[in-house]
Every structure is written in structure tokens, then in C-alpha cells.
């Protein structure tokens, strides 16, 4: 069955067309109206900031390597999202659409204080901050502390994608302490890897069908997985 949700930012006028099964004649009936449009998605948006340059200061302030991150994303999470999109992947998902966020060489080094600013800039509206990649959970310590910068400066929601499960990070968790540090923290986990063969079946924030929305915050009140 094929579904068509149109999305119309009022900030900047600007068009968001999601739909699943469309044919091309339709689509081509649409640029027809609407003009050509730019195809995006999770992790893939028309306007990425590049990362900000840190000074290269001897200080013991953490640190994350980021390819950039931009605002309004209507794709990424409830609500208008705040993202960044964290560098190196080791899972290289088959048919992923940013294989140049894998490499662990690439991106930039940022001050997660420095990093946080930039997110919560006043000048944007915004409902939380979203983290991408990339895999987030590959720089745990650096994930965990901009988690906690991004709440001493008051962030209220944080959502984080990741290509593992979230069983599979809570076995992580058992050796690398700081991924049970963020998951009790943060307020969403979109979880699970990029499955091509499913990528028809995707939900709202999601690539393919096997990605869960998990709201944590009442998976850790009830003790189970709730899907939001």
C-alpha cells in the first residue's frame, strides 16, 4: 500500500515529502508542482555544518570526532531536531546511505563543550537534539560526555540512533561502562542495523523496517522494552 505524509516547515517554507511505494510517474507529478526536490533522510540532510575548528589547546576537556551537525531536521526524532552526526562506523551496514561517516581517520575533533554550543545555538527552535552517524556508541566516553554537557546546559531531550540492538548494547555495557551511563540517561534510542531487504518497511525516523523507537525512559520505569 503505498502512504504519502507531506510535511510544510513553516520556518523556512520549505517542502518535506515522505512516502513509501510511490511510483516514479507519481513523483514526477509532484516535481511537476512542486519543483525538483533533494532527496534526504536519517543521517542524510541537504545542509551540514561543517564541525567547528577546536584550538588545539593541551587541556583535559573530552573531545569528539564529528563529520558536522545542523538544525531543523523534521526526519531524525519528535518534534524539530538539533543533530549531529558522529564519525566512524565499524559496522558498515550493506546499502548505507553515508559510507563516508565509517572511517575512524575522517571528520574533525571537537570540544564537546564547544560541540554543545553549537547544538543548543539560540538562534534555532528546537524540540531536542539527535545523535547520528556514524555509530555513537563506537566513542562511548566521548558520546557519554557530551550527553552530560548537553544536560548541564538544559537540553531537556535527547534521541540517539545506533546499528546495535539494544540488548546488545546493555552486554557492551557490562565492560564498557559509559554506554549503561548514556542509555540511563538519554530519552530515546532508535536501534538496530540498516537492513537494505527491509528498508521498505520503515517507520517514522527509521531506514528500514527492524529499527525500533525505544523511549527509555519508560523501558527503565517498567523494566521492559516500550516502543514509543
Not at 542524510?44 to 538544525?71: F, K, M, N, S, W
Request: contains cysteine.
Amino acid at each position: 500500500m503505498s502512504e504519502l505524509t507531506m510535511l510544510i516547515d513553516t520556518t523556512n517554507g520549505v517542502m518535506l515529502l515522505e512516502h513509501s511505494h510511490l511510483s516514479a510517474d507519481v513523483l514526477d507529478k509532484f516535481a511537476a508542482i512542486a519543483g525538483e526536490g533533494k532527496e534526504c533522510g536519517c543521517a542524510r540532510p541537504l545542509d551540514v555544518i561543517p564541525a567547528p575548528i577546536t584550538p588545539d589547546i593541551q587541556t583535559e576537556e573530552a573531545r569528539v570526532r564529528i563529520a558536522g551537525y545542523y538544525h531543523n531536521s523534521l526526519v531524525e526524532g519528535p518534534g524539530r531536531r538539533s543533530s549531529a552526526l558522529f564519525q566512524f562506523c565499524p559496522l558498515s551496514c550493506k546499502g548505507c546511505w553515508v559510507p563516508h561517516l565509517h572511517s575512524p581517520d575522517s571528520g574533525q575533533l571537537v570540544s564537546v563543550t564547544t560541540l554543545a554550543e553549537k547544538l543548543l545555538d539560540p538562534s534555532f527552535e528546537r524540540d531536542g537534539v539527535s545523535i547520528l552517524g556514524g555509530e555513537p556508541f563506537a566513542q562511548s566516553e566521548s558520546l557519554l560526555a557530551l550527553v552530560k554537557e548537553l544536560r548541564r546546559a538544559g537540553c531537556k531531550h535527547i534521541l540517539c540512533y545506533t546499528g546495535y540492538t539494544l540488548e546488545t548494547l546493555a552486554r557492551q555495557a557490562e565492560t564498557q561502562p559509559a554506554i549503561g551511563e548514556v542509555l540511563a540517561d538519554i530519552d530515546m534510542l532508535i536501534d538496530g542495523p540498516y537492513v537494505v531487504a527491509l528498508a521498505g518497511g520503515a517507520g517514522a525516523w527509521t531506514g528500514s523496517g527492524n529499527q525500533r523507537v525505544i523511549d527509555l525512559c519508560e523501558t527503565r520505569r517498567t523494566g521492559r522494552i516500550v516502543l514509543y
